[in-house]
């Protein structure tokens, strides 16, 4: 039986002090020119809730990871010793690196064994993070605890006015739900709507914390909003609909801040946002339902039944600012330094529907690790022994995702980052103006991005593309290219 539903207990008493993952900056490299991380994947225990231990997975730690700091020009060695009992990988999200480096499925570490990755940090400032990418398992290996954030900093990045002393004024907030049941563990997928729909908690932790508090020290707060949940889209704002400063979307700054009072945010998105507390109240940032009318909103017999639960408000974390705050800057007029790519720059345009069956396939094993599920892009599942696209490494290419499915799938893609070029036609927000790495793709809905694929030809070792719902992930909504 589950608990009773702990979502409704989470409220202003019983407050427990965010924690913040350690800042991993790295040891002084024997083997690499530059900064080593050793990181160490095993099983541990943690007491979320009051009176109940849960047994976990953690990198460093018994849960998620400690935040990896890196920096812009530097060679970086990652070092992953898996002490799990079963095969794991860890996968850099957002990063440009090398498909070797990459952490996909191809990466896999055995129990007891190392894998290193070995690369150049390319990309200018922006926030990332890091999970499990093990096939068939990312759901279940994420769920458990196999996460944790990246930040990349540049030279630039700390002259910009936005607060950037983390656990201070740079506070990272890894947000995922989890359902626990009544011995206190982890509910991972209990039937075919947990596949189906992905896996959703009525329990939230931030950063393994449940219901945390923060006490701004600072007039200004910059968060680093990641949606680390399986499957939930969270629509992030504050309780009294203050506004805030949205300065960067997934893999880098935007060009200006954009005022908002509300950021949508579905599994793997990273936003910055820096928000005020000089008026010194106490308030809220919590998670709203996507309304119906949303264009990420479910739709048909789903979408009725999800409505009939009823439109429910998450917890995400209660600030209460100290009596006296430090000042803080003003964030400067520009940011980032994006050129938009134009569409004529495109060398070839890829077509790619997502598609769902609502058949009861979960009893179908996977044979021999391939696909089987019912989930699809252009109506194969994932198998690891086929290369869905070539792709001549320096081309740019405009990709266009159809969803011809009931629900939103969020799209991601390894190797690089791209920049939306439209909704259904539409020009993409403000908000969606910088560099991605997923996108939202609505019900009926066709987003195109632009993209380059720059660096590290290599026919052998491909990257992934994906729905980063992971229950999708791992039912086969998944497919690879080589940049070659
Ligand atoms: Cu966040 Cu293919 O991953
Ligand atoms: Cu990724
Ligand atoms: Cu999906």
Redo the contacts with the bound molecule.
């Keep these: 039986t589950a608990l009773p539903s702990a979502l409704f207990s989470q409220s202003r008493s019983n407050l427990n002090e965010l924690l913040i993952p350690e800042l991993y900056v790295g040891d002084e490299g024997e083997e690499s020119d530059g900064a080593m991380y050793r990181l160490r994947v095993a099983a541990g225990q943690r007491s979320f809730l009051p009176q109940l231990t849960t047994s976990t997975y953690g990198i460093n730690g018994d849960y998620l990871g400690p935040t990896l700091l890196l920096k812009q020009g530097t060679n970086v060695a990652i070092n992953v010793t898996n002490e799990l009992d079963e095969t794991t990988t860890l996968?850099w999200?957002g990063l440009h690196v090398p498909a070797a480096a990459d952490g996909?499925p191809h990466q896999s570490i055995e129990p007891n064994q190392s894998w290193q990755a070995d690369f150049e940090v390319k990309q200018a400032a922006g926030t990332f993070?890091y999970?499990s990418?093990m096939l068939g398992k990312t759901g279940e290996q994420v769920y458990r605890g196999l996460a944790g954030m990246i930040i990349i900093e540049d030279e630039r990045s700390p002259q910009l006015g936005i607060p950037h002393r983390y656990g201070f004024d740079d506070i990272p907030l890894v947000i995922q739900d989890r359902r626990f049941n009544a011995s206190g563990n982890f509910s991972y997928i209990r039937n075919h709507m947990d596949v189906m729909m992905g896996v959703q908690g009525d329990t939230m932790l931030v950063n393994g914390t449940y219901n945390p508090v923060f006490s701004p020290k600072t007039k200004k707060v910059r968060f680093r909003l990641l949606n680390g949940a399986n499957a939930r889209t969270f629509v992030l704002k504050f309780d009294d609909n203050r506004e805030f400063e949205l300065v960067s979307c997934d893999g880098s700054l935007l060009n200006t801040a954009v005022k908002q009072r509300e950021v949508i945010l579905s599994p793997?998105e990273r936003a910055d946002i820096v928000a005020d507390f000089s008026d010194g109240n106490p308030v809220n940032l919590i998670s709203e339902p996507l309304p119906a009318d949303s264009p990420f909103a479910m739709r048909g017999m789903m979408g009725n039944m999800m409505g009939r639960r009823g439109p429910q408000s998450l917890q995400i974390l209660a600030l209460e600012p100290e009596s006296l705050l430090e000042n803080s800057e003003q964030v400067s007029a520009s940011l980032g330094e994006i050129v938009r790519i134009q569409e004529d720059e495109a060398d070839r345009v890829r077509q790619l529907r997502l598609s769902m069956t609502m058949g009861m396939r979960m009893g179908r094993r996977r044979r021999g690790g391939m696909g089987g599920g019912n989930f699809f892009i252009n109506d194969e599942t994932m198998q690891m022994d086929v290369i869905n696209q070539r792709i001549p490494v320096g081309s740019t290419e405009i990709w266009e995702i159809e969803n011809t499915s009931m629900m939103m799938h969020p799209f991601?893609i390894?190797h690089n980052q791209f920049q939306i070029l439209s909704r259904n036609g539409r020009a993409p927000e403000a908000h969606e103006m910088g560099f991605k790495d997923t996108v939202k793709v609505g019900p009926d809905e066709v987003v195109r991005f632009i993209m380059r694929f720059e660096n590290f030809s290599d026919s052998e070792n491909p990257y992934?593309y994906?729905c980063?719902i992971l229950e999708h992930?791992d039912d086969g909504m998944m497919g690879q290219f080589v940049v070659e």
Aim: without cysteine; negative net charge.
């Design positions: 996968h999200h996909g993070w999970h990418h793997s991601h390894h992934m994906h980063h992930e």
